[in-house]
């Protein structure tokens, strides 16, 4: 079992960057595949990102593909999620979720979330 930590939210105007951090303990970080989540008011929740249990691969949603990237670093137990040229839509709660199995772009796949991170993207 491991257990999930988002951290980095926040508030941020139009075009700025801002990265999440998602920090796992109680199990082997490298055994799981992590994807990144958000779920903006009145929306269903939406596939934002994902990376394999060894970071050599990775995939993202068209809405992110080319502002977003999903690094990893299995030594400090931690999945980042790096957003650049934000935009209002962007807005939502951001969590990060783990996956023994293999990266997914389906939520209901995921073995363990995170409590998530408010981020906000003013216009």
């Known amino acids: 079992q491991v257990h999930l930590a988002e951290s980095g939210g926040g508030l941020v105007q139009a075009g700025d960057s801002l990265r999440l951090a998602c920090a796992g303990s109680?199990?082997?970080?490298?055994?799981?595949?992590m994807g990144w989540f958000r779920q903006a008011p009145g929306k269903d929740r939406e596939f934002v990102a994902a990376i394999t249990k060894s970071g050599d691969i990775t995939y993202s949603s068209d809405s992110v593909k080319g502002r977003f990237t999903i690094p990893r670093d299995n030594a400090k137990n931690t999945v980042y999620l790096q957003m650049n040229s934000l935009k209002p839509e962007d807005t939502a709660v951001y969590s990060c979720?783990?996956?023994?199995?293999?990266?997914?772009?389906?939520?209901?796949?995921?073995?363990?979330w995170g409590q998530g991170t408010q981020v906000t993207v003013s216009s």
């Open positions: 979720a783990a996956r023994r199995n293999g990266g997914s772009t389906r939520y209901s796949l995921y073995d363990y």
């Open positions: 109680g199990g082997t970080f490298s055994s799981y595949a």
